[in-house]
């Protein structure tokens, strides 16, 4: 079955950067779209990034736009999320999640950008 593992965040000043990372195993990695969500307190799931299995094809949500950068590494089975010139309103619990079970999801990862 599906399982995904977060890790990467934490406490950053404004204009900072991170670089998320996103272990997959249980399903054929390669195989599968993915893509990053972010949640906030009392706020639905955002979709951040999206990208198709091969890479070829890449989309954002519209608050980071010019400022995240999705990419994977298939056969290291491991998604990315570069995040840049971040906000404070990028502050929330970061998930990758899989095409191939939209249903699963790991346990996030803390994102702060704060002075």
């Known amino acids: 079955q599906v399982h995904l593992v977060e890790s990467g965040g934490g406490l950053v000043q404004p204009g900072g950067s991170l670089r998320l990372s996103c272990v997959a195993s249980?399903?054929?990695?390669?195989?599968?779209?993915m893509s990053w969500y972010r949640q906030t307190p009392g706020q639905e799931r955002e979709l951040v990034a999206y990208i198709s299995d091969q890479g070829i094809i890449r989309s954002y949500g519209d608050s980071v736009k010019g400022r995240f950068t999705v990419s994977r590494d298939n056969a290291k089975s491991t998604l990315y999320l570069q995040m840049d010139n971040l906000k404070p309103e990028d502050t929330a619990v970061y998930f990758c999640n899989s095409g191939r079970d939209r249903d699963y999801w790991g346990q996030g990862t803390q994102v702060t950008v704060s002075p």
């Open positions: 249980g399903f054929t990695f390669s195989a599968w779209s």
